[in-house]
């Protein structure tokens, strides 16, 4: 990791949204879950864009087009363009594009999204293993997706024919539950091949570059929700991170994270790319932020104080990371967290 061990998360004194001059959003989780806006996200994104902030959605998903995504993000209240949208179908796309010349032919695992994004970067997509492939795209291909695909990718793959995968993210959320994700369709072809892919998605360096050549954002603020996909591809990136609690990551993940999953800042919701961030001050035997101060006592992370229990949270990660320093804090913080409501 290219970054300092974080042991507190930052403060600033101007709204994240004047501080930094592009968003660079993922979308599950921090402004859908289940296709519905989560709360307060459309109103803060419309005020953090009314103020200047630029807007980009950022998502490991390959399966969708960026005009679907932006039509998706557009009814539900966000308006967005198309190049406002940025997939690891993309970024994978052009992972291929680097290493193998234009006009190959791609045998293509996958959905409309990953398909459309070859093309795009002169590739041409088929459908079968016999079509003497160059290489092998795999990505999200939606929860009716054939066994057969998976086999077609594996009689390129096993043959030696390059292989790339958009993202690895196991699951995926679902209205009903966790689904299996493009990482667990990988694992099937790893284990059938023993081969390894190049991937493209969060946390990866591909999905970065891809992001930053896109969005030409000089200094960027990447929003999440996920510590392994999100927050660590902003340390992988050297950019600040927001994560927001109103996805898949709880707070007490967060006070456990190692440093390449600490984010730069933390709030509950999107109404935190609106306001300044409170310090967290080292006081005597502990962290303050707000009207809370944290502290390792008797073996485990206490709080005392009152106010926002955002701040509580702030203040407790501090406590927590500076007593875990390079590792993972596996203090219980079960009482404070409670106390807090998280
Ligand atoms: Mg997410």
Redesign the pocket.
Known sequence: MNQTVRIRPDGSREPLGAAYDTALL?????VYAGGEAIAYAVESLGTARDGGMHLAYVTNNAARTPETVAAHLTDLGVPAEPSDVITSAQAVARLIADQIPAGSRVLVIGAEGLRVALEERGLVPVDSADDDPAAVAQGYGGPDMPWSRLAEASYAVARGVPWFASNTDLTIPSARGIAPGNGAAVQVVRIATGAEPQVAGKPLPPMHRETVLRTGAARPLVV???LD??IEGAHVGGVDSLLVLT??TTAAQLLAAPPEHRPTYVAEDLRGLLLAQPDVDAVDGGFRCGGWTAAVADGELALTGSGEPIDGLRALCGAAWSAAGSGECELDAGKALARLGF
């Open positions: 993922d979308l599950d989780g921090v999440g929700d996920r996909t999100d996805g898949v």
